[in-house]
């Protein structure tokens, strides 16, 4: 696991984000009193604060792994965690600020996954012509040379 500087920021991003979501689960499911949260959460919203916070730990693993479809998991984080942020959102409404940081990095990363799997698609195809008209080629007659300059009809 060789990951630069940004990747490293990233990845606390993520990891941070994820363990926020446990004050929302602590608030949820009554084990903790927050202070500087006024705001009442529900048990069934302190699982989606949950399972916000997992989708976002999850995603980080992915992503330090390097598997290429890791932003899918982040990107259910995302949108589960800004419905627990709008839920609260006198209390919690600067994650937000995360979710439009971990969204800007996955719609980039979305892009470049299709871009990539179109390229290779593309790629593959453009062989498999290549092979077919290789295997078969087609000879060269005199009508296809004479329309050619007498010197190159040679």
């Given amino acids: 696991m060789n990951l630069s500087v940004p990747d490293l920021l990233f990845l ?3 990891v941070l984000h994820g363990a926020i979501h ?3 689960v602590a608030r949820g499911f009554g084990w903790a009193e927050i202070r500087g949260m006024r705001q009442r959460i529900s048990r069934r919203a302190g699982i989606i ?3 916000a916070g997992l989708l976002f ?3 980080a693993v992915l992503y330090a792994k390097g ?3 890791w932003w899918g998991v982040a990107a259910g984080a995302v949108v589960l965690s800004q419905g627990a942020i709008v839920a609260a959102w006198k209390d919690a409404r600067a994650g937000t600020i995360l979710n ?7 719609v980039l990363s979305a892009g470049a996954f299709f871009f990539k799997r179109g ?3 593309d790629r593959a195809s453009l062989i498999e012509a290549t092979r077919a008209q290789a295997e078969s080629p087609t000879r060269l007659t005199e009508a296809d040379l004479a329309p050619l300059p007498p010197l190159v009809q040679g």
């Fill in 22 to 24: 446990g004050v929302g």
């Fill in 57 to 59: 730990l999850l995603a």
């Fill in 12 to 14: 606390l991003l993520l």
């Fill in 119 to 121: 390229y290779q698609r």
């Fill in 49 to 51: 604060w949950l399972l």
């Fill in 67 to 69: 598997w290429e479809g």
């Fill in 100 to 106: 439009l940081l971990i969204a800007l990095v996955v």
